[in-house]
């Protein structure tokens, strides 16, 4: 089984049990809610158009129907009525693409298990009553699905993020991130224009070279839960010694309610960003580099005035140890950062908003040394007792010395809370809004465990444990 994430608000948690097989948990009370094959047919909505409840009620997987929730019974029931007649737009990785909408029964699916055809299609789905609302066709596989509950976004292999009024299904824009790149770069126009020319512009080979589903080398994309549908997203960048060489450590923030591109983030790390995660309000962004030591937190410049130089907000320390990150994930009052990576610790973060204001962070000399003694400590193990006697290793214990002293100490803040975990297993984690003080964390072994966080800095208390069925 596979654990693939929780929703927007971490009251389920969907997991892939079996090839094609998609089950979606509760999580408070703990159980199954649903259970339904991806490689459902599409249903002639035209058929149930005269009672669109018959074939959407806007249940909610918990059995509940909230009140926030009947602007999402108007959005499925608008869904429902659409015909199949879509806007059709004419290397596979054995996972599928699942978007819940909160609560509710609309699920978003894209399955690249099945075929390179299929891996394009993306499906809406009615989880209660087991049938496709409508289906979109794409002319390259569907990488990611993010969307609220005004806003569905599809980033694309091909580099493209398209942006629907979930309403209707009606596209509204396209988003090409290599048009953004040129727009932000002029340098690169002359060498993505030579790309193109050089390449058969229906295969966009060059692009899905970059774009594998398997490289790390991959666009990132989130959106904020609320209404106002503050779309953030990476952006390629050339590196400074080569200008044929990119790499993603941009971000643009853009405002999908309103289809326009807001404020620009120009290298947040170094090296690509392996790792994004969005707040409710849209109002910070968390970034995470291909290494995974360093975590950073900008604004978006949402509801304020922006200010590029002073946008970074927090800056942690993940560890010396370099890792993938998986997962970046806000609380529901921005309170708390946790981190999910393959290693053996989930990390969560403390957001302290008196220590926000006009934060300096590391300059690229500073990050150098950084990285210049995790490379030591690799060699040292970290630990004086071993290596204070051994004379091949007291230079470089002397080395990591000095360059930690060389980095200021408040750009150094470790996490607030952990939990230890298995580190040849895959995690996800979820906090949930009904119960702040508490984490979800769901692993591929089968466990859903719920742990309380600390009231000072140490590790998390293990509560509940539950398993898959």
Sequence with gaps: MKVLNFNQDATCCVVYTAPHIVSIYNCDPFGKCFELDSRLKSTNTNKHADNANNSMDGSNTSGNLRDEEVENEIIEESLTNLSNNNNNLTSMDDSVVVEMLFSTSLVAIADRSQSSIKSKRLKIVNTKRKSTICEISFSHAIVDVVMNRKRMCILLESDQIFVYDISCMKPLETIDLWEDHIKNNTAAAGIVSNIRETSDPKSHTQRKRRNSLRSRLRPRMVLSNDDR?????????????????????????????????????????????????????????????????????????????????????????????????????????????????????????????????????????????????????????????????????????????????????????????????????????????????????????????????????????????????
């Design 229 to 469: 549908s503050i779309l953030c997203y990476t952006s390629y960048s050339s590196t400074k010694n080569q200008s044929d060489s990119f790499v993603l450590n941009d971000i643009v923030v853009y405002d999908a309610l309103n289809v326009t591109p807001l404020n620009y983030l120009n290298s947040v790390h170094k090296g690509n960003i392996a790792c994004l995660a969005i707040n409710y309000d849209g109002k910070l962004i968390a970034t995470g580099s291909d290494k995974g030591t360093i975590i950073r937190i900008y604004s978006t410049g949402v509801d304020c005035e922006f200010n590029a130089s002073k946008a970074l907000k927090y800056e942690f320390r993940r560890g010396s140890r370099t890792c993938n990150l998986y997962q970046l994930s806000f609380d529901r009052k921005s309170s708390m950062l946790g981190c999910v990576g393959d290693t053996d610790t989930i990390h969560i973060f403390k957001l302290d908003p008196e220590s926000s204001d006009e934060f300096p962070g590391l300059n690229s000399q500073e990050e150098q040394l950084l990285d210049q003694n995790d490379e030591i400590q690799k060699h040292t193990n970290g630990d004086d007792k071993k290596f204070v006697r051994d004379p091949s290793k007291q230079l470089s214990h002397f080395f990591s010395k000095r360059i930690k002293a060389s980095i200021p100490n408040q750009n150094l803040r470790r996490d607030y809370a952990h939990i230890s975990m298995n580190e040849s297993l895959r995690y996800c984690l979820g906090f949930p809004g009904e119960f702040p003080n508490q984490v979800y964390v769901a692993s591929d072994d089968g466990t859903f465990k719920v742990y309380s966080l600390p009231s000072t800095p140490g590790e998390c208390i293990l509560m509940k444990t539950s398993k898959f069925d």
